[in-house]
């Protein structure tokens, strides 16, 4: 199965922060995925999508995001375990080097000239550091 998703920007996000004059005016937001089948709609979309979200550019004391699994899959569940862990090193690199394309799915099928500090040897480090994690996660998912 061959799948190609596209992340959009969330285009009410990106005109809500125009709008704010500070981060303390931002309203607290709820973001809800949802998946129904493990086979047809693999985790591992689920897991781009948790975690593109879980890296927007939005207080992280504001932002909360849920899963609704109605398939009450354990590989879904199993998954997301995995991206929780994967969370805490993804999230803090897409902030710190302004990472534009959130989801690893598509970030790491891109070239390496994502970033504008793709010439510094700390970022070409943490980056394969990151795409090496990304893909011990992947593999772990599709076994």
């Not at 949802?34 to 689920?46: F, Q």
């Not at 480090?125 to 599709?142: G, N, R």
């Amino acid at each position: 199965m061959s799948v190609d998703i596209k992340y959009a920007c969330m285009p009410f996000l990106l005109l809500l922060v125009s709008f704010v004059s500070s981060v303390q005016d931002l309203p607290p937001v709820d973001l809800f995925v949802t998946t129904a089948d493990s086979v047809l709609e693999p985790p591992i979309i689920t897991v781009n999508t948790v975690l593109s979200l879980l890296a927007l550019d939005y207080p992280p004391h504001k932002l909360a995001c849920y899963v609704s699994d109605d398939g009450c899959s354990p590989l879904t569940f199993y998954a997301l375990q995995e991206a929780s862990k994967f969370a805490k090193f993804w999230v803090p690199f897409c902030k710190k080097y302004d990472v534009q394309i959130r989801a690893p799915f598509r970030y790491f099928s891109d070239k390496l000239e994502v970033s504008t500090f793709n010439n510094s040897p700390q970022f070409k480090q943490e980056w394969l550091q990151m795409k090496v994690t990304s893909i011990i996660i992947y593999i772990i998912m599709q076994t």
